[in-house]
Every structure is written in C-alpha cells, then in structure tokens.
C-alpha cells in the first residue's frame, strides 16, 4: 500500500501557486472493470428488457452467498428494499393495514439518528413516527446506552431501524441485547456497509430483514438497485409480490393487497452481477485510502472516523474527519448556507469543503442528523440522559450533549475515490494541511 508522502510539486511552489485537479476528484464515483458491459448486452441480446432474467436471478443467489443468508431479493432501490422491510416488520408486529392506512399508523419505531434521510422515509410511508437515537463516538452510529433510555420512555415500541454510517459496523451485539430485552425487532439498514463484517459475519445479516444498496457511489454500484436480505422464504416471497404490484396467481391482473413496482431491472442487475466479483478489490482500495490519510493528518489537531478495530471490519466507503474542538475556527451554519472566520492554527468543516472545491476535489459535510432536519424537528429525540428536546430554557442552562449535532459540527467526509491515486491524495492532504496554517 502506497503510504502518505508529501508532494515535492506542492512543496516546490507552494500552496499559493499550487493548480487545481484538471480532472475532478470525487467523494465516490462509480468503478467500472468492463465486465458490466458483457452482462448487460447479454440481456439486449436475449430481449429481457425488464424486471426479470438471468442477471435478477444470477446477483440474487451471488449476494445471498456473498452475505451468508438464504434469500434475496433484487429492488429498485435500497430505499424501496428498506421500505418493504420495515412494511413487512410493522405487518407482523400489528397485522395487515387497511389499503389506505401503513402498517405503522400509530406506532413509533426507533431509528439511527445520523443518516440518510432514506433510512428513516420509510417509516413515513407506512405511517409510523420515528424517534431518533443519538449517536455514539466510537463507531458513529446508534448508541445503545441512548437506545436502552428509549426504552424507559417508550415501553411499547418494537421496532428498531438500525444504520451502519460509511460503511462502519455498529455496536451490534449491545444492541441486539437492547432489543431482546425489549422483545423488540430489528431491521438492518446496510446500505453503506455491504462487505464490512462484524465479528467476521457480514452486515446485513443481523436483523429479522435487512438491506444494501447499489447507488451510483456505493462500493459496488448499479447505477441504483437494492437487495432486501433474509434467511425467511416466506419473507422473501412476501417482498417479492409486494415488489411487483402485489399481483395474485391468475391469469389477468388481480390484486388483495397494495404494491408496489419495486423489482429490480434486468439492466441494472447485469451491471451489479459485474461488479460483484471487485467487491474485495474495492474494499481493499478504500481502506488504503483511508489509512493513508490517517497517515498524513498525523500532527494535526484531527482524527478519522473511528470503528472497533477488535471486533469489525469497515468497507472503508467514506473517509470522513473530525476537526478537534479547540482546533475549530468560528463557524455558523443556517439551514442552507454557513459562513466562518478563518483562525491562524484553525479550521473549520466549512473551510476545509471550500478550500477543496477551490482545487477541484469534492468532499461533504457529515450527514445532517434527522433530528435537525426540518421535516423531522417535531419528532422524538433521545440521548444517553433522556429525551433531547425542551431541555434547556432561558432559566436552565441544562446539560444535554448531543453527540450527532457535535459530529455534524465538526466533521466532514474526504474525496474518497477508489481510482484517485496516491499522488493525488498526498495532494489533497497538503491541502487539508494548508487549512490550518
């Protein structure tokens, strides 16, 4: 693995001189090998242009073995996946929904609170509230000490919505405990993470349904698509009508239940089907990238998202940074905009995504926690000290710590492109450097 070096072009005429990237360098941009191409002519030449073939059954059966469960089943999405996963959960914990009614109405379900909003979505479709669990600093993902505080207030929930942020495993095994000693169920949203491994058992498998994607930047893409993983045949079955308009055995179009057109395209499963055998090629490339930055930000008042080094092993999808408080410069966000004041020795998120936009490379910030969203402000929020909302007033100071809106603040994911090469991101560190000059 190439190590972290400066570059002697960067030092020879200085950041002030130094030329942006001629050829963009992205967050995490789709890896082709070629052999996408032969899979997907294959189904131009056999004429199954649709949402059944060869390739929607060949990636089934690749990543059923790939993740060691018994079915699954080839989405759209891995939003749609997470949607008939939560549905199918909310059907058994309360029965069948009226057509026009989710199988949630009136329920709250508990769900990671730093993520993307299409985890937490689908318990809006089928009419649930979601209640947010705040995050914990050793993996960024759902804390179980917060989870098991949800529990105290909100005996009667029984469904668990957990993520596994960039592709870090969470803390499943006090997790799972939380949600055994509640009688709760959990469904796994794995999105990011397919090919990490907890405990050496992969992702994905740990809850009673489960899901990964293949968006245009995951580590193996479809340009979309999405797989919902159980070891149930009847679930699979279940979510495979639902997936295809519910439609009953029968030789015109009959229906008893709601569906949905969720299956996954031939096309887009030919592409999936190529990339699956560079899955490990991509995981051992991210990793590098990652590690090679921890290398180079060596010195500086930062760190790189963390994992549990003894019992997971990331996929490594997004590097991602947190600037360390007394090193944070002055920085103010509004719901669309931030503004900051560069500090001599200080930095900032704010700076550091500009600073790289500046020289063509692309970063982001870490992803907004659904408790400050505006759409989900009104919902429940829970921290390791109870309910995170009303806490404080103009009498009470209060002592809430909001580990995800503290994350939000200070973190920022780096340009972490399997095909940008060592020079580059030597590059792009000495840039990061230069930030806190």
Known sequence: MAQYAPS???HRIGMDKMKPFEKKIWLSSPTMHGDEQKWVNDAFEKNWITTAGENVNSVETLVAEKIGCKYAVALSCGTGALHLAIKLAGEKLYGQAKPNAGTLQGHKVFCSDMTFDATVNPVAYEDGEAVF???????????PVALEKAFDIYPDVKLVVLVHLYGTPAKLDEIMDVCKKHGAVLVEDAAESFGATYKGKQTGTFGS???????????????????????????????????????????WYQHEEIGYNYRM???????????????????????????????????LPVHMNPYDEKNSEPNFWLSCMIVDREAMCKQVRGEQDALYISESGKSCPTEILETLAKYNAEGRPIWKPMHMQPIYRMNPFITVNGNGRGQTNAYIAGDLEDVGADIFERGLCLPSDNKMTAEEQNKIIEIIRSCFD
Not at 133 to 143: G, L, P, S
Not at 217 to 241: E, P, Y
Not at 282 to 295: F, G, L, S, T
Request: charged residues 30%.
């Open 8 to 10: 002697g072009e960067i």
């Open 265 to 299: 395209s031939n096309i887009i499963a030919g592409v999936v089907r190529g990339q699956m055998p560079y899955l490990e090629e991509h995981i051992a490339q991210k990793k590098a990238i990652y590690m090679r930055y921890k290398e180079g930000f060596k010195g």
């Open 209 to 251: 349904g489960n899901i990964i994607s293949f968006n245009g930047n995951k580590i193996i893409t479809g340009s979309s698509g999405g797989m919902f993983l159980t070891d149930r045949k009847a679930d699979a079955d279940k979510v495979r009508k639902w997936s295809t308009q519910s439609r009953e055995a029968a030789p």
């Open 133 to 143: 669990i705040d995050t914990e600093r050793d993996t960024w993902n759902m804390d």
